[in-house]
């Protein structure tokens, strides 16, 4: 059973829309939420949360934890072209492991 | 400049064959991993080090073997038993502050 699920598994928007994509988990011994946003290769870090309700922003980009709902969204506002990618959510359990949701991909149409 | 290298970047398997994908961080982290991911797919755990001459099983760690003996090094093994290897994979290190940070993956086939 997944222990970490994002929704939707993808997307197709307009470029200018705003889009909120989810993530939900459960696992024992929670300490951080991450975000990543994978192009071609390597994932790149978009955000690491770890405290209830206080907003991390980069940008148009923006992520918000419920720690009592175990959810986390990522939002991106006035999308581009460039926003195009699949965007990796993954928990952080205790004893150093990491693990990751099937990630959402977003299509951004011009 | 430190960060993680995964070689080769591309790798081809006979049928029955073992082959050994190779990651090294100059990063001092602790914790090392390996993911695989499938088109369309997210990153699936295949094993994970905290610390040196120790491991632990990910999610999907049958057909796979790892070794850590020392800090900087995690090579992955994909034995004949894997019978479905054709998938990028994926290594990174975690220093417990920071996020993880990535290889450039291995991308690897059946011939």
């Known amino acids: 059973e997944d222990k970490v699920v994002q929704s939707p598994l993808s997307l197709v928007v307009h470029e200018g829309d705003t889009v909120t994509l989810n993530c939900s988990y459960e696992?024992?011994?929670?300490?951080?939420l991450l975000w990543y946003k994978q192009e071609k290769k390597a994932p790149t870090f978009l955000f690491m949360l770890t405290s209830s309700g206080i907003e991390k922003k980069s940008g148009r980009l923006s992520s918000i934890l419920d720690k009592k709902e175990l959810f986390s969204i990522l939002n991106i506002t006035a999308t581009q072209t460039g926003d195009s990618a699949v965007y990796l959510c993954?928990?952080?359990?205790?004893?150093?492991?990491?693990?990751f949701g099937k990630g959402t991909r977003l299509h951004i149409l011009p | 400049d430190g960060g993680i290298t995964q070689s080769p970047k591309y790798l081809f398997r006979k049928e029955g064959q073992n082959v050994t994908l190779s990651c090294e961080q100059n990063l001092n982290h602790d914790a090392m991993y390996w993911y695989r991911q499938d088109p369309g797919q997210g990153l699936r755990l295949i094993y994970y080090?905290?610390?040196?001459?120790?491991?632990q099983k990910g999610d999907i760690a049958e057909g796979y073997s790892v070794s850590r003996e020392k800090k900087e090094s995690f090579p992955l093994t994909v034995t004949s038993a894997q019978k479905n290897p054709t998938a990028f994979y994926l290594c990174a290190s975690w220093g417990g502050l920071q996020p993880q940070h990535f290889g450039d993956g291995t991308r690897l086939s059946i011939l």
């Open positions: 993954a928990v952080e359990e205790g004893d150093d492991k990491i693990i």
């Open positions: 080090s905290q610390i040196v001459n120790d491991f």
């Open positions: 696992v024992t011994n929670f300490r951080s």
